[in-house]
């Protein structure tokens, strides 16, 4: 008689943490970009857009956690996150070495501005982002709903570099290609989406801040389209901090005003995560 194989994949995981999920896949981007999957909780349910708490046990034997948009969609079976990693981060500094099977603290809870229910209904939607602030748009993007209350859905991203534009370039290269996601989405739906990336640091197609190329009028020229107005224009907009003073600024200037859930108007506004 021969005996059982006993491997890692065939012992159980015991969650040792609270609220603990498993990395199942990671991917670093550059060496300052990195995403990563988890499972995801049974009982789990939230609007694409929304963010979570998540992090890592610290060494006061106390959960440190952070607000994290969650990157996939509502219907996917795992949770993606997208992350910035900060040297000297109290999370990311060590959120930057996790490996396939480790263990993620996330509670539970998510909630967030970022969301079909805060803006009402339009023509064209925009999700402005900058740097890690594409993640809620990486979920809004691969959700059907999105694409079905519009004629048209237009994501500008600007980095300072070329490389930092990968994870947002990938997904919409994989929603365009991807056979599962052109049945669930449609080739007609998917036909509405257009990408502006922008780089402010390196040489790239489309130079500039987004800011920038929106007050000259640029990037209505570039994708040949009449300029933001209220009646037909919805914003989703997420970056740093100094980024969503000057976009949210711009977009009261082309009489758009900022919705929340429960009041919900023509654009929504979150800040993207930093360490
Ligand atoms: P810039 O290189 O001109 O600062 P960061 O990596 O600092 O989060 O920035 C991400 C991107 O957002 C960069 O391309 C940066 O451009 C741009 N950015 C920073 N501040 C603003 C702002 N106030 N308005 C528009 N874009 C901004």
Not at 161 to 184: C, F, K, P, T
Not at 192 to 201: E, F, N, S
Request: aromatic content about 10%; proline content about 6%; some cysteine.
């Amino acid at each position: 008689m021969t005996e059982a194989l006993v491997t890692d994949q065939t012992i159980p995981k015991v969650p040792t943490l609270p609220d603990a999920q498993t990395v199942t896949y990671v991917k670093h981007w550059t060496d300052k970009l990195f995403s990563f999957r988890v499972s995801r909780p049974a009982s789990l349910r939230f609007r694409s857009g929304e963010f979570v708490m998540i992090g890592l046990m610290g060494d006061n034997g106390r959960p440190l956690l952070r607000a994290y948009s969650i990157a996939s969609p509502s219907w996917d079976e795992e949770l993606e996150f997208y992350s910035i990693k900060v040297q000297d981060g109290p999370l990311t500094s060590r959120l930057q070495h996790l490996k396939v099977g480790d263990e993620l603290i996330l509670r539970p809870k998510p909630v967030g501005t970022l969301v079909h229910d805060a803006i009402l209904p339009g023509k064209r939607l925009w999700f402005f982002a900058t740097g890690t602030g594409f993640a809620p748009f990486a979920s809004l993007l691969r959700d059907p709903q999105t694409f079905e209350d519009y004629d048209e859905v237009i994501i500008t991203h600007t980095c300072r570099e070329v490389g930092e534009l990968a994870y947002g370039a990938n997904l919409i290269a994989s929603i365009r290609e991807d056979e599962m996601l052109q049945e669930l989405i449609g080739a007609e739906n998917l036909a509405k989406l257009r990408y502006y990336p922008t780089t402010t640091r390196e040489e790239s197609p489309t130079m500039g801040r987004i800011t920038d190329l929106l007050r000259s009028g640029q990037v209505f020229a570039d994708l040949g389209i009449e300029p933001i107005e209220p009646g037909a224009d919805r914003a989703m907009v997420c970056g740093n901090l100094a980024f969503n003073v000057e976009i949210k600024e711009i977009l009261e200037g082309f009489g758009l005003r900022e919705g929340a859930n429960s009041d919900p108007k023509e654009y929504v506004v979150e800040k993207a995560f930093v360490d």
